[in-house]
C-alpha cells in the first residue's frame, strides 16, 4: 500500500535540478512583448489618451486603449464552476480594457513592443486625461447615503447580503443572568505573493487560438476566454505548466483574455504578458479585509444563550469571487460553536480599492480572527479556563449541518486539543505565565478552526481521470486537477497505484492539463483536489483493472475472478502464483496479431458530498513591552485531514500554511493612501511577507480519523493550516499582558496604541 507512506514528490527532481518548465520557459523568444498601463485615479471615467508618442517609440508594435474594445463581451472572472442555471453563474462585470475606472490600478491600455524595454518606454509616454470622481475605500462609508456608486446595478455599492436566522435571538437575551460580550474584528488587505508572479502567452493556428498560462483553473480559463473574445469555447485552447505558486489569486481568470485579444488583434502573432510584482500586488487579487462585529450573550453555566454576527467584506472595485468568501466566514459562526439563537448578516460592498477574490482559506482566516478572538473574550469575562470554555460549547460529536450535510464523525476537536496541550506545554506554562509585571513577558494561545471541504452543494462538483496502459505496464494518469506546487500530482500517483496494483514508479501523472486533451475538471481550490481526485481515481482505476483482468483471463486461461493484479504481476488469487507481468500483458495486448487492444479507461465522477475538516492552533510568544514588540517562540499546529495521502506532503503543507498565517497575524498589510486611493506598499520591501527569519520552530500534528464518506477517507488539508495561526498568536499576547488586539496584524504600531490605551505604557 502506498496510501499513507511517505513518498518521494514525482516532480522532485525536475524541480530540484532546474528541468522543470514553467510558462515563460515555454515562450517562444520572438514574442512580442506586452505591458499594460493602469489607471492613476481610483475612481472617474477616461476622457482621452493620446498615444502618438509611444506609438512613434521605436520597437513599439501596437499601442491599444480602452477605445479599441468595440464589442463589449463583459466577462467573469471568478473560478467557480460555472453552470447553465443563471442564478448559479459569476458577475459578469469586466472588459479586456476599460474606460471606466474603479480602482488606482484599473486596466486602460496595453502596449505592445518587440522587446520589454520599449514596451516600457511607451508606457511611460503615454498621456492621459481623467474626468475624476469621489472614491471610497471602507465598506461600511461605501454603504452610506450618498457615497460614491461604483456600479448603477447595485445601490448602497451591496453587491450583496445574506443572512441567518435560527431560533428567536430577540426572545433569548431577555432571559436573566446573562452575561453579554461584543466586540469589534478586523482583518487586512493582504496579497499571496506567491513566488511566480502572473504569466501567460498567446498565439493562435488557423481560426484557433492556444493560451499558456500559469492558472489554477485550466478548464474554467477556457471558458472565460471564449467569453471574453465572444467566440466558441472550442475555439480556445489552455495549456497549464507547472506553476510557480498560486494561493487561490490564480484560481481568477486575470490577464489571458487581455493576452488572448491582444494576440487576435495582431493576426494571431504570438504575444506574451508578463506582470511584474508591483503589478501584481495592485491589479491582480488580494484578499478580503473584513470587519466583523460579534455579540454573544452568556449563561452563567458557560454556555451561550444567543448569538449575533455581523460582517462587512471589502470586495473592491469588481465582482470576483464576491459574496462567497463573507457567506463562508459567516456560515462557520453557527456551525463551530452551536447556539440556539443566533442571527447573521454578511455584507459584501463595492469599494474603490484592488479587487479581493479567492486566497487560501477563503474567508476562514477572517471568521476565526473574529469568532476565536471574541471566544477568548468571552472565556475571560466569565473567568473560565480558555480551553475547558471551548470544550463546553464546540460542535458536538454526531453534530450534521442540515445545509451541507456534513457531520462530525468524531472526537476531533478534544482529540487535536489534547495533542496540542500536550505538544506545547500549554497547562504548565499557562500557570507559570499568569500575574506577570515585568517588561518582557511569556504567554501561550490558542486557537481552532473550522473548514468545509470542497464547494458541495453550493457549487457544481466534479472530477474526470483518464488512465492508459503502456507498452511496458506502466500507466499514463491525467487529471482537471492540477498540481499547483502542493504536491497534488504525488497523492494522485499513490493513489492509482493503490487502485489499480501497479508499483508507484510505474504510475506516470501527466502535470500539465492541455484542454484539448485533458479530461475535465475545475481546479485547484477549496481544498479539494485529494478529496474529488480520489473519487473519480477510484472509479477509474477500478474500470481499468477489470479491463487488465478480462485480458489476462484469455492469455492465462484463469477466469477474471481468480486473477488479481499486485504490484504489477499478474497472480492467480488461490495460491498467489506469479502468472505474468503487467508488462508482459501489455506488450501482448498492443501488438497482438489475433487480439490487438488499447487497455485505456476515462471516467467522471459528480461527487456530492462534502467534509469537515477540523483542527487547532497553540502558540507561545514573547513580548516585549515597552518595544511592542512579539517574539514568537513556538507554534504547533494540529489537524484532523482524516487519512493522511502522505505525510511527509501534509506536513510541507502545513508549515506553509503556518507560515502564511505568521504574516497575517504580525505583519502583512497592504497599505492605500486615503487621500489618492493610491497603493502604498506594492513591493516585497515594504510589504512585510513573513520569512523563516521570523519563524519559530513550526510543528505540524495530527489525529487521523478516516473520512466515511471520501474514497480514501482523506479531507481538507490545503487551505486549513492558515486559518487558525493569526488569532493563536493573539491570544497569546492576551495571556502575556492582558491586552486584547482586536485588529490583525498585531505590528508595533497597533499594540503600542493597544498598551497606551490599556496603560502599559
Known sequence: MYVGQKATRVDAYDKVLGRAKYTDDLCDKGAYVAQVLHATIANGLVKSI????????????????????????FFPTAGHPWSTDPGHQDVADRLVLTQRVRFYGDD??????????????????????????????????????????????????????????????????RQEGLV??????????????????????????????????STQIPHIVRRVVGQALGIPWGRVQVIKPYIGGGFGNKQDVLYEPLCAWLCMNLGGHLVKLDVPREDTFVSTRVRHAIRSHIVSWVRPDGTYAARKLEVFSNQGAYASHGHSIAAKGMGAFPQLYPCENVEC???????????????????????????????????????????????????????????????????????????????????????????????????????????????????????????????DGSLQVQLGETEIGQGADTAFAQMTADVVGVPLDQVHVVSCQDTDVTPFGTGAYASRQTYTAGFSI??????LKERILAYAQELTRMPAYNLELREGNILRATDGRVLMSLGQLATQALYSLTNSQHLTAESTAQIKSNAYSFGCTFAQVEVDIPLCKVKLLDLVNVHDAGTLINPALAEAQVHGGMSMGIGYGLSERMLFDPRTGRPLNNNLLDYKLSTFMDHPRLRALFVENPEPTSAFGTKGLGEPPTCSVAPAIRNAIYHATGVFVNEAPMTPHSLFRRFKEEGLL
Open 345 to 471: 448578516d454578511a455584507y459584501t460592498v463595492f469599494t474603490n480599492q484592488s479587487v479581493a477574490g479567492a486566497m487560501r482559506g477563503y474567508g476562514i482566516p477572517q471568521a476565526m480572527w473574529a469568532v476565536e478572538c471574541h471566544t477568548e473574550e468571552v472565556a475571560a469575562r466569565l473567568g473560565m479556563d480558555p480551553i475547558e470554555f471551548r470544550r463546553k460549547n464546540l460542535m458536538p460529536v454526531g453534530y450534521v449541518d442540515p445545509f451541507s450535510k456534513n457531520e462530525l464523525y468524531s472526537d476531533t476537536f478534544n482529540q487535536c486539543m489534547d495533542k496540542g496541550m500536550e505538544a506545547i506545554g500549554y497547562r504548565e506554562k499557562y500557570r507559570a505565565y499568569q500575574g506577570q509585571k515585568g517588561e518582557v513577558r511569556r504567554g501561550v494561545g490558542m486557537a481552532v478552526f473550522w473548514y468545509n471541504t470542497a464547494v458541495w452543494p453550493i457549487s457544481l462538483e466534479t472530477s474526470s481521470c483518464r488512465m492508459v496502459l503502456n507498452q
Open 180 to 213: 453579554k460580550v461584543e466586540g469589534w474584528y478586523d482583518t487586512p488587505t493582504v496579497q499571496h505573493c506567491h513566488l511566480e508572479n502572473f504569466i501567460c502567452f498567446a498565439e493562435m493556428t488557423g481560426d484557433r487560438i492556444r493560451v499558456v498560462t
Open 538 to 543: 477510484r472509479q477509474t482505476g477500478q474500470l
Open 50 to 73: 493620446d498615444t502618438s508618442r509611444a506609438q512613434a517609440i521605436p520597437g513599439v508594435v501596437k499601442v491599444f486603449t480602452c477605445f479599441d474594445v468595440k464589442e463589449k463581451h
Open 108 to 173: 486602460i491600455a496595453a502596449v505592445v513592443a518587440e522587446d520589454p524595454v520599449s514596451a516600457a518606454q511607451a508606457l511611460a509616454a503615454i498621456q492621459v486625461e481623467y474626468e475624476e470622481y469621489p472614491f471610497v475605500l471602507d465598506p461600511q462609508k461605501a454603504m452610506e447615503e450618498g457615497a460614491p456608486l461604483l456600479h448603477e446595478n447595485y445601490p448602497g455599492n451591496i453587491l450583496s447580503h445574506t443572512s441567518i436566522r435560527k431560533g428567536d435571538y430577540q426572545a433569548a437575551i
